[in-house]
């Protein structure tokens, strides 16, 4: 499989503060990536997509994509105690539609 | 994702036994795909298909595991004489086409084998 690397954390974050989560992939045909977030118990849900460098906003949520240094992140700001939970980060080949998931970082907003 | 349908949600076999676990992908979505999550890890890439074909199989041990999509019904992960390794939850995820935007999870199957 493909390697997608997250640091398992756990990572806390007072509440209000900005959280921020890192991925590296290294294959360098990956073309599509993904944040996932999983509650325990849960199944993945997406949160946020990325195609191509630069930032992406979305609400709270800020994704960000360096290709040439095959690396992602996702960035809360407010953090709230709801979005305490594990968040994956995915990647897409552009051949075979394979999604390879990392081990996941877990989030904890501490109010 | 609600409208990925996974069943059962828990499973428990004994050692030895067999598991089958269902899926239904999202109305409209022609692609399935099965993950394994064990305790504490990431998900795992099991296998991907279409309908009546194993598109990528990479992901699945060779032993004992199996899946099919068939043209008609939920697409079946088939775990033949189960151990406790195998205990584990089963994500199915689903996309209307290759190389779609995204993928789809089911709320996931639960097996627990003592």
């Known amino acids: 499989q493909k390697e997608v690397e997250q640091n398992s954390g756990p990572l806390s974050v007072p509440e209000g503060a900005i959280a921020s989560l890192n991925c590296t992939y290294s294959?360098?045909?990956?073309?599509?990536f993904f944040w996932y977030r999983q509650y325990s118990g849960k199944s993945p849900e997406l949160i946020m997509s990325?195609?191509?460098?630069g930032d992406k906003e979305d609400g709270r949520f800020t994704a960000q994509l360096n290709k040439a240094s095959q690396y992602v992140s996702l960035l809360i700001r407010d953090s709230q105690p709801s979005d305490s939970a594990t968040y994956l980060c995915?990647?897409?080949?552009?051949?075979?539609?394979?999604?390879?998931f990392g081990t996941g970082t877990s989030l904890t907003v501490i109010p | 994702n609600a409208g990925v349908m996974q069943n059962p949600r828990h499973l428990v076999r004994r050692r030895g036994q067999e598991a089958r676990l269902r899926c239904s992908p999202m109305?409209?979505?022609?692609?399935v795909y099965w993950y394994r999550q064990l305790p504490e890890e990431g998900l795992k890439f099991m296998v991907y298909?279409?309908?009546?074909?194993?598109?990528?199989e990479s992901g699945m041990p060779k032993e004992r595991f199996s899946a099919e999509f068939p043209k008609e019904g939920p697409s079946i992960l088939r775990i033949q004489q189960v151990v406790r390794g195998d205990s584990a939850a089963y994500f199915c995820?689903?996309?209307?086409?290759?190389?779609?935007?995204?993928?789809?999870f089911g709320e996931g199957s639960w097996l627990t084998v003592v």
């Open positions: 995820a689903s996309s209307p086409w290759a190389g779609g935007d995204t993928i789809y």
């Open positions: 294959d360098r045909v990956s073309q599509s």
């Open positions: 990325i195609y191509s460098n």
């Open positions: 995915a990647v897409n080949l552009d051949t075979g539609n394979q999604f390879y």
């Open positions: 109305k409209g979505h022609s692609h």
């Open positions: 298909l279409q309908k009546e074909n194993i598109i990528d």
